[in-house]
């Protein structure tokens, strides 16, 4: 077994959760044993629920999209709450991790930020055409993981019309998360001091193609802006089909390449450093504080951790030392436009990747709750990371707890 790996305590009615799988994966010869114990489950229990959900998120890390959401389908057939192994004792608060169906991108991945914490993780699936259960699973504070998408427009909507008379109280409000559209984080946040937020413009083929035919200008889509720009079907993340486009003749390729009708656009603005090396901050937003989750470096514009040149010493060097002087340096130098930001969002949790332009101000990228933080990442390669990351789940867990009990502070001791 690998040495980073290890499977939490667990029985036929807790879930491993995507966390425990992502390890799993991650090490190896461990999955497929994973695997087997879950199919035998199913072949003595074929309505084993916990069983599916959990062969559901195996199979959509091996990158099986239609068997990941027929197993999802299978198991929410069944129920809609769900407990993380180890979820059970008495001394942990209880938070209810309200989420819909989908793929990694659907919901707040909360297993990473609440793992070896003392937080009893469960889950409630909801849906915008059922109902929410009645009465809802006991807990002590419950937290909206759905992320803003198209799809889930509707689970939004219904969770919103709920919060006012929500029992418990609740994290990151729904209607709050439905304004981060790509489009609509860039009306509530563009003249933010401080920051430059490329502009953003939903679009539709026929806007597009006019431009191609030259009946109209890319700059009349993008409130000026002009070439290059960035496109991609809308409703994609983390890369997927986005472009950049330096004139009309990339624009009519792109178009030819996609079969949807709808699209996101956006300026281009060059954020190289003086060495010409693109970088690219994660940070993560807890009640307004920043945290930094990671730096990416690479000579590509489009960067994700992953495919950063951070196999590199100097780099892995830079990002420790942004670490260790965020709190001190970026934090302060851009405090201002951090902290009319995150008035602005006005949510509990958010996330951005951003970077700086060559004049020293806060390029803002993307903004959302569904980024994944985690720490899956080799010790022996990166050490400097797990402190880092233990002090952002710290913070996170803090969080949780000043909301759950009277005094501000996790249970330690079951209650009498």
Known sequence: MSESFRTPASDDGELLG????????????????????????????????????????????????????????????????????????????????????????????????????????????????????????????????????????????????????WPRPLLNRPSAIARLTRDGAFRLLYDTPGLVYPVNAAVTRAALEAVVRGETEIEALLDGASYPVLARPRGTHAGEGLVKLDGVSALAEFLANQSVDSFYLA???????ADGLFRKYRLLFIDGAPYAAHLAISKNWMIHYLNAEMNDWNHRAEEALFFARFDDDFAVRHQAAFTEMARRIGLDYFIIDCGETSDGRLLLFEVGTAMIVHSLDPVAAFPYKQPQMRKLFDGFIAYICKHATDDGRCRTTSPE
């Open 18 to 165: 995507v966390a425990t799988l992502c390890r799993a994966f991650m090490a190896g010869d461990e999955l497929p044993k994973i695997y087997d114990r879950l199919t035998a489950r199913l072949e003595r229990d074929p309505n084993d629920a916990y069983a599916m959900l959990d062969l559901s998120m195996i199979a959509h890390l091996l990158g099986d999209k239609e068997a990941h959401l027929r197993l999802q389908r299978q198991a929410l057939s069944q129920q809609r709450i769900f407990s993380l192994a180890g979820s059970q004792p008495r001394n942990q608060v209880r938070l209810l991790a309200i989420v819909t169906a989908g793929d990694f991108m659907s919901n707040t991945p909360l297993e990473f930020l609440v793992e070896d914490g003392p937080i009893a993780l469960h889950y409630l699936y909801v849906a915008s055409d059922q109902a929410l259960p009645h009465p809802l699973p006991d807990h002590d504070v419950a937290f909206v993981a759905v992320a803003e998408s198209d799809r889930n427009r509707g689970v939004l909507e219904q969770l919103d019309r709920a919060v006012e008379t």
């Open 267 to 273: 300026q281009f603005i060059d954020y190289r450093s």
